[in-house]
């Protein structure tokens, strides 16, 4: 199939994605004339390229590997980037998926993704999808805990930790991986002065210790906690300790 060099930017769009795209978005991403639009939209459905969805146009999962290869060197990661500031200066960067987003992000080399792969998994939570949470704080964690440079990932690292442990401990597996989070996360909440954090990280390790059979270091560790608790008097904190 040939296309013109505007005519495949267009289509790498729907690869970038990998998700029903409207031609609102793509458009955005890489406009195009009306006359070339539709020929490439025309000649890509009978090719079997594109094919037409509800939400728009989706991407064949069976690429030729030529043109795989094309878009490959298309979609660099300057070009990643490049799409992120079009669709967010658009106002439509924020409506694609949770997934399309977090594959621009990684793949345009902007930062740490371990905050967007926290939300997806906070998401799953939410929708009661307990093995897809637990893929997706694990690898948050994972990304997180070697980039704990910055203050920001610090705390999303501390929080998911407890969110973490909470799961593996509702799901009645992972506790040897919890346990080593939350080790770590000790340390910094240590590093950070956050007694708050600390002492819900102690009530967190306490428990699996406890199952482990290592009570005596439990106890010792719940009671620092509670006397942590009632120093900080946070009500919040007495209530989930609870």
Request: glycine share 8%; with cysteine; charged share 25%.
């Amino acid at each position: 199939v040939e296309f013109s060099q505007e005519q495949w930017e267009f289509l790498s769009v729907f690869d970038a994605l990998a998700e029903p795209v409207s031609l609102d978005v793509a458009g955005v991403a890489s406009p195009i004339l009306p006359t070339p639009l539709f020929d490439v939209l025309r000649r890509s459905e009978e090719h079997g390229l594109l094919r037409q969805t509800g939400n728009g146009f989706l991407l064949s999962s069976t690429l030729p590997v030529g043109i795989k290869e094309r878009f490959d060197r298309i979609n660099s990661k300057e070009r990643y980037s490049h799409l992120i500031d079009c669709l967010t200066d658009a106002g439509l960067f924020e409506q694609l998926s949770t997934d399309s987003r977090l594959k621009f992000i990684i793949r345009s080399g902007r930062g740490d993704a371990g905050g967007l792969e926290v939300n997806i998994a906070r998401q799953a939570l939410n929708n009661h999808q307990y093995d897809k949470a637990e893929t997706f704080f694990e690898k948050a964690l994972n990304g997180l805990s070697s980039n704990l440079g910055h203050a920001s990932n610090q705390n999303i690292f501390i929080a998911a930790v407890l969110e973490f442990s909470d799961l593996c401990f509702g799901m009645g597996r992972r506790f040897l991986t919890s346990q080593q989070f939350l080790e770590q996360a000790s340390a910094v909440a240590r590093h950070l002065g956050d007694k708050r954090s600390e002492a819900m990280i102690k009530l967190h390790l306490g428990r699996l210790l406890y199952l482990g059979g290592r009570r005596h270091e439990a106890v010792e560790l719940m009671e620092d906690a509670e006397k942590t608790i009632n120093e900080l008097g946070d009500e919040d904190i007495r209530i989930r300790a609870a």
